[in-house]
């Protein structure tokens, strides 16, 4: 008896996924462009579904990617946003992904007068998460864990450590974790940010009491994670 042919994933799967994980691109913001850009929208297709073109989109987008990690999705929407997911889990053998335990969202967002705030809230303290979302990135820090700044092979990165759920866009997830949310500090108007997102190891403990040794909001392990990048040299 002949065996039916296996089916293939539809793209909106891999959007569908990224944005039920913890961490997750702008959904909307792919399908309009899918809707609306018919060329843009192909190359943003492949950035999804082709296990090639979304590595080569994330190399060029950062420059080296950190080991153990593959890339999920990765595209640029018509020279506004940038964008890349990477996860721990390894590409699968049709090509496709699987949410893994860490996730990796970067986002550069063309100059605009939100990217100042945004700044402000890494390098100074000032405001709330809220000068987030206005670029696009949603993230509940109402348990901000620490924050600080790294230099990384010369190159400046401010950092705020959270506990809260995290999402893009206009999608937010339900799920709690810790995230590290970057800023590469690359001159210009333009903003390079990113979040590395895991699990919450400890959700029954408060956030004081929760070890940090080993996980996203660990220093060291931020810096040894981010030391490939260089999304400043594009």
């Known amino acids: 008896m002949e065996q039916a042919a296996p089916k293939q994933r539809s793209p909106w799967l891999y959007v569908l996924l990224g944005c039920g994980g913890f961490a997750a691109l702008s959904c909307l913001g792919v399908a309009i462009f899918f809707g609306v850009v018919v060329k843009k929208g192909s190359d943003m297709v492949a950035g999804v579904t082709d296990p090639r073109v979304r590595?080569?989109?994330?190399r060029k987008m950062l420059g080296e990617l950190p080991v153990g990690y593959s890339v999920a999705m990765s595209m640029s929407m018509l020279g506004m946003v940038d964008t890349a997911l990477l996860t721990?889990?390894?590409?699968?053998a049709d090509g496709g992904f699987e949410i893994g335990d860490h996730l990796f969202t970067y986002l550069r967002v063309m100059a605009n007068d939100e990217n100042k705030r945004t700044k402000a809230f890494f390098v100074s303290g000032d405001g709330d998460a809220s000068h987030l979302r206005s670029n696009g990135v949603n993230i509940d820090a109402r348990d901000?864990?620490?924050?600080?700044?790294l230099t990384v092979d010369g190159r400046k990165i401010y950092y705020v450590a959270a506990r809260g759920q995290f999402g893009t866009g206009t999608q937010q997830t339900a799920e709690e974790g810790l995230n590290a949310s970057v800023l590469f500090d690359c001159p210009g108007e333009q903003l390079h940010v990113g979040v590395w997102s895991m699990r919450d190891p400890s959700p029954e403990k408060p956030a004081g009491?929760?070890?940090?040794t080993g996980t996203v909001a660990d220093e060291s392990e931020l810096a040894k994670f981010?030391?490939?990048m260089n999304p400043c040299g594009r």
């Open 55 to 58: 590595e080569e989109n994330a």
């Open 209 to 212: 009491e929760l070890e940090l």
């Open 144 to 149: 901000v864990i620490k924050r600080g700044n």
């Open 226 to 228: 981010l030391k490939p």
């Open 88 to 92: 721990d889990a390894p590409t699968l």
